[in-house]
C-alpha cells in the first residue's frame, strides 16, 4: 500500500466545496488550517450540472444539493493546477467518469499535480437523463474494483477510494482494497433527498432530489468511519457534518486520519472559513492535550474491546 502524504494539520476541505486552484491560495492567504485542499472532481470532460437552485438549506440541519458535478474541462483543470504553488499542503485530485475506461483517463491526466488521488465513487446527483455514479458504479462491489483496478494502474500516487453511504459500503470498501485502493473516503452525500416549496407545490431543487449532506449526515458517516475502521484497519479520510472540533475528534475516535470539511464552509467568506479550521484545529490540540493524534486515531474501538480509551 502506499501511504497517504502527511497532511498537517490533518484538516482538507471536501470535495465540491471551496474546491477550485484560486481558492486554495486564498485560504492560504487567509490563514487557514489546512493541511491538503481537495479539488472539486476533475471528470473527462466540461460539464454545466444541473440549472439553478440546486442548493436548498431546509431548516432540519441537512442540506441537499443537485449540482450533478459541474466541472471544467479537463485542460482547464491542467492549466489551473500547473500554476498552482501551495506553500506546505497537500494537493488531492479528485476524479470521476461515466465508466472504468473515463476515470482512468482523467488519473492519467491529473496523476501528475496530486499528492493523493480520491475516487469519486458515490456521487448521487444527476443531469436529467442520466445515471448517478452512485447507482452505475459506488452501489456496485465489481464495478468499483474495476475502476480502483484501473486508476491504481495509471498512477503512483496514494488512492482514496471515495464511498457512497447510499451502497453495502463494506462490500464496496472491500472490493476497493483489494483492486489496490490505499485508504477509503467515508464517505459522499446521502440520498438524495427531496425538499418541496409548499406554496408553489413543486420540488425545490431544479434536479428535482439532491445529496445530503451536514449535520444530519454525520451519524451515518461517521458509523461508515466506525465500521471501516474495525474491517480494514486503513487510513480513513472522513467527511459528513464536520462543524465542530468535537465533531471532528468522534470521528478520530472512530477511525479518521483526516478529516474533511464540506458544508459547514458553504455561506461563508474564505476569512470566515479559514477562522472555522483554526477552531477546529485548536479544539483538537487542546483536546490532544499533548498526546500525538495516532494514539487517537480509533480510540473508540478500544474502547469497545475493553482496552485503553485514551480519553
Ligand atoms: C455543493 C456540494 C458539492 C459537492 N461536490 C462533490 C464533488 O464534486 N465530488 C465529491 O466527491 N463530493 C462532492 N460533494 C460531497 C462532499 O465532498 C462531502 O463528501 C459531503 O458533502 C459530506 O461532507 P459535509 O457534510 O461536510 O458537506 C459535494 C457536496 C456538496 C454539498
Known sequence: MIPLPRIDPPLINASGILSYPEVFTAFESAGACLGGYVTKSVGPREKPGNENPVVVYP???????????????????????????????KLIVSVYGGD?????????????????IEV???CPNKE??????MESIGQNPALSAEVIERVRD???????????????????????????????????TLGPGL??????????????????SGPALKPINLRMTYEAYARFRCPIVAYGGIETWEDAVEYILAGAGVLGIGTAFMRKSTHEAAALTRDIWEGIQEYLDG????ALIGAAHRAAEGGDSHA
Open 128 to 133: 436529467p437523463g442520466e445515471q448517478t455514479i
Open 154 to 188: 495509471e498512477t503512483d500516487k496514494p488512492v482514496i477510494a471515495k464511498l457512497s453511504p447510499n451502497s453495502d459500503y463494506l462490500a464496496v470498501a472491500e472490493s476497493c482494497m483489494n483492486a489496490g485502493a490505499d485508504a477509503l473516503g467515508c464517505g459522499n
Open 59 to 89: 431548516p432540519e440541519g441537512a442540506v441537499l444539493n443537485s449540482l450533478a458535478l459541474p466541472t471544467q474541462s479537463a485542460e482547464d483543470w491542467e492549466r489551473d493546477l500547473e500554476e498552482i504553488k501551495l506553500k506546505n499542503a
Open 195 to 212: 425538499a418541496v416549496d409548499i406554496r408553489s407545490r413543486a420540488a425545490i431543487l431544479a434536479g428535482t432530489t439532491g445529496g445530503i
Open 120 to 122: 469519486n465513487l458515490g
Open 291 to 294: 498526546e500525538p493524534m495516532s
Open 100 to 116: 472504468a475506461g473515463e476515470f482512468a483517463g482523467v488519473t492519467r491526466r491529473m496523476s501528475r499535480f496530486g499528492d493523493a
